[in-house]
Nanobody
Framework: QLQLVESGGGLVQPGGSLRLACASAGFTLDRYAMGWFRQAPGKEREGVSSISLSDGSTYYADSVKGRFTISRDNTKKTVYLQMNSLKPEDTAVYYC???????????????WGQGTQVTVSS
């Protein structure tokens, strides 16, 4: 059974940091790209970052470039999203997903986690 489980969300003050983790099971991981997406209340889900599990190529949305870093540990079958300099507008439910092509088009991703809440507020 293919499964993705996110963790690491929480409440943080503006300017703070969080690291999200996405643990996978049931995948031959290096055949996939992994992405992080987020959805704020009343907004469409948007792509944040993605990484190729074969060569480590990465992709970032303009809104998070320079602040977020995606990485992977193939031995642990886990992908991370380090989020620094967090802003209130980063508040959302963050989802990880597995797909067959690198990028931020959610329709290219076939498997999704349940999401983890990130709240940036003072």
């Amino acid at each position: 059974q293919l499964q993705l489980v996110e963790s690491g969300g929480g409440l943080v003050q503006p300017g703070g940091s969080l690291r999200l983790a996405c643990a996978s099971a049931g995948f031959t991981l290096d055949r996939y790209a992994m992405g992080w997406f987020r959805q704020a209340p009343g907004k469409e889900r948007e792509g944040v970052s993605s990484i190729s599990l074969s060569d480590g190529s990465t992709y970032y949305a303009d809104s998070v470039k320079g602040r977020f870093t995606i990485s992977r540990d193939n031995t642990k079958k886990t992908v991370y999203l380090q989020m620094n300099s967090l802003k209130p507008e980063d508040t959302a439910v963050y989802y990880c997903a597995a797909g067959s092509s690198l990028g931020l088009d959610q329709y290219e991703y076939d498997y999704w986690g349940q999401g983890t809440q990130v709240t940036v507020s003072s």
